[in-house]
Structures are given as structure tokens and as C-alpha cells.
């Protein structure tokens, strides 16, 4: 049983993200997406939104099953047998920062990474310029999946609690 998982903080996830997820299932038995509840307090979606939206964007996938964790990555991949981190590689600039949390992950927990090359469809896409888009107005509906556009604009649309 090849299992693996797909981290990351997802406020909110992307096409970006699900072409990774889909990627990764396709060659996986089993595919845990870990929503990372570290510093997620200070995001736009609180962990349950992120955790449910990406329960919906990957219904379709009977393969993938969204979980959280806080604390270390590889204690989470230690207690669940996973044998691999799998994460989206942009462009240089994410790759030194990848390359460290790769080789620390290692050296903690002998937990592999494996890079898979982003789709040049999406390699210019994160999270936080979705979220700048979509509160001036612009048009996100092909930058991610129907739930996320959905919550963002539900989102954006309530009266700011703070
Ligand atoms: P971000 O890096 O956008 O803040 P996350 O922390 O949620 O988002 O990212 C989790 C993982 O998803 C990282 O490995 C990141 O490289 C990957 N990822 C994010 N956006 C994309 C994308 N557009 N294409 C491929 N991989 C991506």
C-alpha cells in the first residue's frame, strides 16, 4: 500500500493544488491532502472551510481523503505510515525552500519527498494572489474549482467580523 500525502495550508486551495492531488492519486494507492493547522488561524478560511471545500473539489477521487494536523509533518506521516511527501514544484524560486524542508524531513523521520513539476497552466498560481483577486473583484472562476470560488464569494460577500 502506497500511501502518501499532500500538504500545505490551501487558504483557499487552487487548480493549482488539485492538479497535484489528481497527479499524485493516479500514481498512489492512497492519497491523504493534510491541511496544516499551524499557523492557519491567521489565514482567510478557517481550517473546517479549507478542510470542506477540499472534501468537495475532490469528491470525484475515491482514492484522496482531506485530513489536518498540527505539530511536525512527519510525526502526522510517522503515525499514519505514509511513505512520502508529495508537493507541486512552481518554478526556481519555490525550490530552495523545498529542498530544505525536503532534506530536514528526512534527516527527522527518513519521510522521502517526491516534486512533481507544476502544469504551466497553473505554475503562476498561489493561494494569496487568489485571495487579492477576488477581494478587488476580479475574475477567479478559472483559477480554482467551483466549491473554492464559491466560499470565497460567500466569504467576501459577509459583513467583516473584525
Ligand atoms: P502556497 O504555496 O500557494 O501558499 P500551499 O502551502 O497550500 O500553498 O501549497 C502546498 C503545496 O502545493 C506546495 O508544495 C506548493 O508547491 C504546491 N502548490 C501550490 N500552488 C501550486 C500550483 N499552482 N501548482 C503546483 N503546485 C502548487
Redesign the pocket.
Given at each position: 500500500m502506497r500511501r502518501v500525502v499532500?500538504?500545505?495550508?490551501?487558504?483557499p486551495?487552487?487548480?493549482?493544488?488539485l492538479?497535484?492531488i489528481r497527479r499524485a492519486a493516479l500514481l498512489h494507492d492512497e492519497v491523504i491532502v493534510v491541511v496544516?493547522a499551524n499557523l492557519a488561524k491567521h489565514g482567510m478560511f478557517t481550517v473546517e472551510e479549507r478542510v470542506s471545500m477540499l472534501q468537495e473539489m475532490t469528491a470525484d477521487l475515491p482514492n484522496v481523503s482531506v485530513e489536518t494536523f498540527r505539530g511536525l509533518l512527519v510525526e502526522f506521516c510517522r503515525s499514519r505510515g505514509v511513505s512520502a511527501i508529495v508537493?507541486?514544484?512552481?518554478a526556481v524560486s519555490?525550490f530552495e525552500y523545498?529542498m530544505e524542508m525536503a532534506q530536514m524531513n528526512y534527516r527527522l523521520a527518513q519521510v522521502e519527498t517526491l516534486f512533481?513539476t507544476?502544469?504551466p497552466l497553473?505554475?503562476?498560481?498561489?493561494?494569496?494572489l487568489v485571495r487579492e483577486i477576488a477581494t478587488y473583484g476580479g475574475d477567479i472562476s478559472s483559477l480554482v474549482p467551483g466549491p473554492v470560488e464559491r466560499c470565497l464569494r460567500a466569504k467576501l460577500a459577509a459583513p467583516n467580523p473584525g
Open positions: 499532500c500538504p500545505g495550508s490551501f487558504d486551495a487552487t487548480n493549482g493544488h492538479d497535484i496544516g508537493k507541486g514544484l512552481r519555490d523545498e512533481l507544476a502544469n497553473y505554475s503562476f498560481l498561489r493561494s494569496s
